[in-house]
């Protein structure tokens, strides 16, 4: 009876340690995330972890409709904050774990990018990710009005920063308004946004399952290593709680 109980266990064990643990994951975190992962793993050998990504605002419509996630890291503040207000998730688990910046990107190399070259007509169109589902798009979306670019600049909507990072990579637009960590390490021509000219880009998450393993992983990631990686990814921490 006592070798069925102890067998019984470690099958228990083994399957709650076995459960795949899913993150929905905001467009720009998407890389950093993966180097997380992976670090991770390397420790936690065990771990099946799964990613979803696509904008803040389409995953947090998913979560509204009871898609199964463990753990959302939204590009902003807002949609997890939503979250909890509404009990969905832990409410005291959400936090801050990053700070984006806003650039223009080009893959053009030498091309003017600023603020003048934007008013002239000079690189159209200018591709930036929906503002209504996607922070970066909407800090786009705040410069464009702040630094007064006249309303004949082509514009190109993309779904997410992601799809936006491809307009301009493809050749459909003449740039992108993207998050620094997707073109730090490319050629090609960039313009670092005042960052007066936008609202803060403070990204948080939110822990939706309460499970051993999520709330590890979770801890990882705020982690000092986990926060290591996230700056060597182009993201500031030191004031994003």
Not at 46 to 67: F, P, V, Y
Not at 128 to 136: G, I, K, V
Not at 170 to 176: E, F, K, N
Request: net charge negative; proline share 5%.
């Amino acid at each position: 009876m006592r070798y069925i109980f102890l067998l019984l266990l470690t099958c228990l064990t083994s399957t709650v340690s076995a459960a795949r643990i899913q993150i929905a994951v905001a467009a720009n975190f998407a890389q950093p995330l993966r180097d997380i992962v992976e670090r991770y793993q390397e420790m936690h050998p065990e771990a099946d972890i799964a990613l979803t990504i696509a904008s803040t605002g389409k995953l947090a419509a998913q979560i509204r409709q009871g898609a199964p996630y463990d753990l959302f890291l939204a590009a902003d503040a807002r949609r997890p904050r939503e979250l909890a207000e509404e009990d969905i998730g832990m409410t005291d688990s959400v936090r801050s774990y990053a700070r984006g910046l806003l650039v223009l990107w080009s893959p053009e190399k030498d091309l003017e990018l600023s603020t003048a070259s934007l008013k002239s007509g000079e690189v159209q169109p200018i591709a930036l990710a929906n503002p209504r589902t996607a922070p970066y798009g909407l800090a786009a979306k705040h410069v464009l009005h702040e630094l007064e670019i006249p309303d004949s600049v082509q514009l190109v909507h993309a779904e997410n920063v992601g799809q936006s990072y491809h307009f301009a990579h493809s050749g459909a637009a003449a740039a992108a308004f993207v998050a620094y960590s997707q073109v730090r390490e490319l050629s090609g021509s960039l313009w670092q946004i005042p960052e007066d000219s936008y609202p803060a880009i403070i990204q948080q998450g939110i822990q939706l399952s309460e499970t051993p393993a999520v709330s590890d992983f979770y801890a990882f990631l705020l982690s000092k290593k986990g926060q290591e990686i996230i700056i060597s990814h182009g993201y500031q921490v030191a004031d994003a709680q």
